[in-house]
T-cell receptor, first 115, second 114 residues
Framework: SQTIHQWPATLVQPVGSPLSLECTVE??????LYWYRQAAGRGLQLLFY??????ISSEVPQNLSASRPQDRQFILSSKKLLLSDSGFYLC??????????????FGPGTRLTVT | AQSVAQPEDQVNVAEGNPLTVKCTYS??????LFWYVQYPNRGLQFLLK??????LVKGSYGFEAEFNKSQTSFHLKKPSALVSDSALYFC????????????FGTGTRLQVFP
């Protein structure tokens, strides 16, 4: 079966510090990968998605970036955090079109607080 | 433009009563529709989906959803609510122009009272 991991689970970082959040998927290969941010326990904002190694699509201009160095690894980064970067960050994966269902499967999330 | 609307911020229901969480969509062609549930400080869990076929879709934890093309709705239902069903529920539709993406509603908080 497939499993998605995110770490760390919680993170408190000062303004201006760097950020690295990691997401890995087990039990499948060549998935689509997604990063979302959820503010105030409500709506989801798609930040980045990737259809393959090194392929990143950015949805919202911001001081965050994403990378996919390996097939099942997706990393969210920032060089300098802003207060507005606080939130709940969710990673998700999905089968490629035509190879499985259309639904996305989410990780447990990382709670980021920027102080 | 493609969109999903969840008109209720919160739904309150007594335990044992039926519950409905509403969702309407706007997309051209045949929609691919999804429901997710989120418990506090957790990721979203997939509940059910409609792709084609029977308009009544059954999913996890006793939930079902009814697809109504004429009303462009996909309401989530459960015949008898449990206190443990209290959570945040999201409706989503597959992107019309980019089928790799899901468009989510703003979420509805379900509160089930004992």
């Amino acid at each position: 079966s497939q499993t998605i991991h995110q770490w760390p689970a919680t993170l408190v970082q000062p303004v201006g510090s760097p950020l690295s959040l990691e997401c890995t998927v087990e039990g499948t290969s060549n998935p689509n990968l997604y990063w979302y941010r959820q503010a105030a326990g409500r709506g989801l904002q798609l930040l980045f998605y990737s259809v393959g190694i090194g392929q990143i699509s950015s949805e919202v201009p911001q001081n965050l970036s994403a990378s996919r160095p390996q097939d099942r690894q997706f990393i969210l980064s920032s060089k300098k955090l802003l207060l507005s970067d606080s939130g709940f960050y969710l990673c998700a994966w999905k089968y490629k079109a035509g190879t499985g269902g259309n639904e996305q499967y989410f990780g447990p999330g990382t709670r980021l607080t920027v102080t | 433009a493609q969109s999903v609307a969840q008109p209720e911020d919160q739904v309150n229901v007594a335990e044992g009563n039926p519950l409905t969480v509403k969702c309407t969509y706007s997309v051209s062609g045949n929609p691919y529709l999804f429901w997710y549930v989120q418990y506090p400080n957790r990721g979203l869990q997939f509940l059910l989906k409609y792709i084609t076929g029977d308009n009544l879709v059954k999913g996890s934890y006793g939930f079902e959803a009814e697809f109504n093309k004429s009303q462009t709705s996909f309401h989530l239902k459960k015949p008898s609510a449990l206190v443990s069903d209290s959570a945040l529920y999201f409706c989503a539709v597959r992107g019309q122009y980019n089928t790799d993406k899901l468009i989510f509603g703003t979420g509805t908080r379900l509160q089930v009272f004992p």
